[in-house]
């Protein structure tokens, strides 16, 4: 029922005008009383508190996380490829609706892995074309031959971009300090950095959209209220710039020859902290991806061995790619949702 429903409701001019501004952040605010009540701290330490936060990039400014996205889009392709480092193709890569993030590599003869969403194979491959038909990428000719790696979105078993900040949790009893940017944080910065991943502290100003779209405020409030119950939005709250972690830490993408899909070993992989997203797949010899969040290669590596200690038998051979902040080239999920919600908007009015 919930399907039937969202088709209609991303399909309705007023609902997409809603999603135009709150999916960017407009009408939305932080709510200094709430954190202040439930933190029991003064309200200008927590305003303080938050201004250092989005000042040193620990987090972004707070919108609704669109996550219909994964519906209309449900092909989630990884692209590793040899592209010449031009200012046309890094364009290319920060302005093209379909291209999530990209990070610099060094593996065999590729140097770019690319995350990329698309509505089918075909409309892939007719979109790879044109790229090469509008010179955006080089024709195979002038490169080596790119590989791309096909997952079903449909087959993602945990989605939690925000679990990052339990490693960050953990890493500060350990360590009784966390620093991001050059912004030492203590116990009450992670405790606000906590509620305002998870969306406490955090508020829709209905009346100013109202007033932005020339709609009765109720009518705003139970629109948005429709959203958020048929899983077309996300309460609002705030997001590592980079998606999946802060700055701070190392991001491992991995592909896992998995021999037993067992309820232990998924229980375990869909608890753990370190992981934010894990799909069912089928390449080649590997049946399971997941993207995991660690301090550093060498608490990865172990991480890792406890697992096959764990499950002996289990876990396979691997294909592993460290994706460290400094490797990261873009990222910037916000603008794949806000090319879907402008080109319905668009269609609409055809």
């Known amino acids: 029922m919930i399907e039937k429903d969202q088709d209609s409701l991303v399909n309705d001019h007023l609902n997409l005008l809603i999603l135009d501004k709150i999916c960017q952040g407009e009408g939305i605010s932080f709510n200094i009383s709430q954190l202040s009540n439930k933190l029991s701290r003064h309200r200008s330490t927590i305003k303080k508190r938050i201004d250092n936060l989005l000042k040193y990039k620990v987090i972004g400014k707070p919108d609704c996380p669109f996550t219909y996205l994964y519906q209309e889009y449900p092909l989630f392709v990884v692209v590793f490829a040899d592209f010449p480092s031009y200012k046309e193709v890094e364009d290319w890569i920060k302005t093209d609706e379909q291209i999530f993030a990209a990070y610099s590599i060094r593996e065999e003869e590729y140097n770019i892995m690319i995350i990329e969403f698309h509505k089918s194979l075909t409309l892939y491959q007719q979109w790879r074309e044109e790229l090469i038909t509008k010179g ?33 949790d953990l890493l500060y009893k350990q360590k009784k300090t966390i620093e991001i940017n050059k912004y030492r944080m203590d116990k009450l910065d992670l405790e606000i950095l906590k509620c305002l991943l998870y969306g406490d502290g955090i508020k829709i100003n209905e009346n100013f959209l109202s007033k932005q779209l020339n709609s009765h405020r109720k009518t705003i409030e139970n629109r948005i209220k429709k959203l958020i119950d048929n899983q077309i939005i996300q309460r609002p709250r705030c997001q590592f710039p980079q998606f ?28 753990d902290i370190h992981i934010p997203i894990l799909f069912k797949v089928s390449i080649g010899k590997y049946n399971l991806l997941l993207f995991s969040v660690h301090e550093s290669i060498d608490t990865f590596l172990s991480w890792n061995i406890d697992y096959r200690e764990k499950f002996p038998n289990t876990f396979g051979i691997e294909k592993i790619n460290y994706l460290s902040p400094r490797m990261t080239t873009f990222v910037n999920l916000q603008k794949v949702a806000m090319g879907v919600i402008k080109r319905k908007l668009k269609e609409l009015s055809e």
């Not at 024709?139 to 989605?159: P, V």
């Not at 999946?244 to 991995?254: D, H, I």
């Not at 067992?262 to 869909?270: E, G, M, P, R, W």
Request: charged share 25%; hydrophobic share 45%; aromatic share 12%.
């Open 244 to 271: 999946f972690l802060p700055s701070n830490l190392l991001l491992v993408f991995s592909l896992i020859d998995l021999s037993d899909f067992n309820n232990k070993v998924f229980d375990q992989l869909k608890k």
């Open 136 to 168: 955006k990428i080089p024709s195979r000719a002038n490169r080596r031959a790119s590989t791309s790696l096909f997952f079903s979105n449909d087959l993602q078993i945990k989605y939690e971009p925000e679990t990052a900040i339990k490693v960050l």
